[in-house]
C-alpha cells in the first residue's frame, strides 16, 4: 500500500466527511467507534498448530510456547492498538506443559502476568477437546470415565478462565462419527447435554460459557452439534450464563450467516463470532473485508449490539484463524484491518433511507443502499483513528519494516 503522509491522511479523511456528511453521516463518529472496536486474537494463530501438509512446513518464527504467543500478539496490538486481549487454549498452552489431565490452573498465574507486563490480558479459554483419548467423542463420549475427564479438563479451564481471564469459556467439541450407524447420535447429544449440565452447575456465576457448533470436522457424517439450533437449543437449556459462538467456517456453502447473527441477536443470548475467510470450508484463512463480513457487521450494527454502552448486550469477538504458509502475524494484522474496514462500512449504512425503501418494498434501491456502503472506500477513516493513536497508519506495511520478523526468525530458530 501507498504510504500516506499526515497531511494526505487529513485531505482524505476531509473529502470523505464531505461526502458522508451528504448522507448525514457523521464521520467523526464513526471514526470514535472505529477508534474503540477491540477483537481478540488467538494464541494458536502464532504457535506451530495448522501446518502438517508440506512435511510439517509452518511458516518460520512460529512461537514455541504461551511466552512467544503472547510476545506476538503484544506486537498485534502494539500495531493496531485493537487486540488487547489474547484467547488460549488450555492444552497447548500450558506452561508446564503437563499431561492434560495434569494440568493446575495455578499455572495460569504466570501466563496472566506475563501477558499483563505486555499491556495484555487473557481473554476466551478453551478446553483443549482433542488430545488423546477423545477420538471416539470427548464430553458425549460413551465411556465415563472419559466424559468425567473431560468434565475436569473444563472444570480446570473454567477455574483458569475465573481466576485469570475474563471469565469466559468458549467450548469446541470434536465430537461426531464418519459413517451412517456409527454412532446412537440422539444417545451422544444426551450425553454431551448431562456433561455441559454438570459443568455449569459446578461453575461460578461469573463464568460464561459459548458453545461453537460446526457442521463437520473431524466427524464427516455428523456431529453432535452441528449448527446454530443445535447450540442454542442446549445454551438456553443450560441458562442465561450458556450462549453460542458463530465461526464464519462452521457452515455449508451458502448458509445465510447474517441472518444467524440476526437471530442470536433477537433472541438476546450471549454470543461470539469466531473471524476468518472461508472459501472451500473451515480454511481458517486470515479475515478479507468481503461482502459477507460486511453483512454481519451491519446486522451487529443494526443490532446495537456493536459498541452498545449496555455492556450486556455486546458480543465476544474473536479472529480464529491459523495460517499454514503465510506470514502469521502479518495473517492476523491483515485480519484486524479488514475487521476495523468491515465494521466502519457497516457504520456508514444509510439507515434511514434504507428503512424507507423496506418501508415502500422498494426492493433493489434498499439493496443499493448496502451495496453503496460497501463500495465506499472508508480507509481515511481507520487512518485518521490511527493517525490520533499515535499507530502506523497500514500496520502490516509497519510489522514488515519493524525488524521483528527477523529477530523471531532467529531468536526461534531453535526448535520448540
Ligand atoms: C478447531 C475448530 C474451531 C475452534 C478451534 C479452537 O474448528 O474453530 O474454535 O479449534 O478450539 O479447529
Ligand atoms: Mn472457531
Ligand atoms: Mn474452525
Known amino acids: 500500500m501507498h504510504e500516506y503522509s499526515r497531511d494526505e491522511v487529513l485531505e482524505r479523511y476531509r473529502l470523505l466527511g464531505e461526502d458522508l456528511a451528504k448522507r448525514n453521516i457523521d464521520i467523526d463518529a ?5 477508534s474503540r472496536f477491540e477483537v481478540e486474537v488467538p494464541s494458536w494463530a502464532f504457535g506451530p498448530f495448522g501446518g502438517g501438509r508440506f512435511s510439517g512446513y509452518i511458516p518460520p518464527g512460529a512461537a514455541r510456547n504461551i511466552f512467544e504467543k503472547i510476545e506476538d500478539a503484544a506486537m498485534v496490538n502494539r500495531l493496531t492498538g485493537a487486540t488487547p486481549k489474547i484467547g488460549i487454549h488450555v492444552g497447548w498452552d ?10 493446575k490452573p495455578s499455572s495460569f498465574k504466570k501466563v496472566k502476568d506475563y501477558a499483563q507486563g505486555l499491556d495484555l490480558e487473557i481473554g476466551s479459554v478453551s478446553p483443549t477437546y482433542f488430545l488423546e483419548g477423545t477420538e471416539f467423542g470427548s464430553l458425549s463420549s460413551n465411556d465415563p470415565e472419559t466424559r468425567k475427564r473431560m468434565i475436569e479438563h473444563t472444570l480446570t479451564s473454567a477455574e483458569v478462565a475465573e481466576k485469570y481471564g475474563i471469565g469466559l469459556l468458549t467450548l469446541w467439541f470434536p465430537d461426531g462419527s464418519l459413517y451412517p450407524g456409527q454412532v446412537d447420535m440422539r ?15 459446578r461453575t461460578p456465576d461469573s463464568v460464561k460459557m459459548l458453545i461453537e457448533y460446526k ?14 439450533s443445535a447450540a442454542s437449543e442446549i445454551a438456553l437449556w443450560l441458562g442465561r450464563r450458556a450462549g453460542v459462538i458463530v465461526d464464519i467456517g462452521h457452515h455449508a456453502h451458502g448458509v445465510n450467516i447474517e441472518h444467524i447473527v440476526a437471530r442470536l441477536i433477537e433472541k438476546g443470548m450471549p454470543a461470539g463470532i469466531h ?5 472451500v470450508a473451515d480454511d481458517d484463512h486470515a479475515v478479507e473485508p468481503n461482502m459477507l463480513i460486511f453483512r454481519v457487521f451491519h446486522e451487529l450494527v443494526k443490532g446495537g449490539v456493536i459498541g452498545s454502552t449496555e455492556h450486556s448486550r455486546e458480543w465476544a469477538y474473536m479472529i480464529d484463524q491459523c495460517s499454514p504458509i503465510e506470514n502469521r502475524i502479518e495473517a492476523v494484522l491483515h485480519s484486524v484491518d479488514s475487521l476495523m474496514v468491515s465494521y466502519a462500512k457497516a457504520l456508514i449504512v444509510d439507515v ?13 434501491p434498499a439493496n443499493r443502499v448496502l451495496v453503496d456502503a460497501f463500495l465506499t472506500d ?5 487512518y485518521m483513528a490511527r493517525l490520533e493513536k499515535g499507530l502506523p497508519i497500514d500496520p502490516v506495511e509497519a510489522y514488515r519494516e519493524s525488524g521483528y520478523q527477523e529477530k523471531i526468525e532467529k531468536e526461534r530458530s531453535g526448535g520448540r
Open 187 to 201: 444417545r451422544r447429544e444426551r450425553n454431551l447435554k448431562s456433561s455441559l449440565k454438570e459443568i455449569y452447575d
Open 275 to 279: 473471524f476468518n475467510s472461508r472459501y
Open 378 to 382: 472508508v480507509r481515511p477513516i481507520l
Open 94 to 103: 500450558d506452561p508446564e506443559g503437563a499431561p492434560f489431565d495434569k494440568i
Open 352 to 364: 434511514e433511507r434504507l428503512k424507507r425503501y423496506q418501508y415502500k418494498n422498494e426492493v433493489i
Open 215 to 228: 457442521l463437520f470436522e473431524p466427524g464427516t457424517y455428523h456431529t453432535v452439534v452441528s449448527d446454530v
Open 30 to 34: 464513526v471514526k470514535d467507534a472505529v
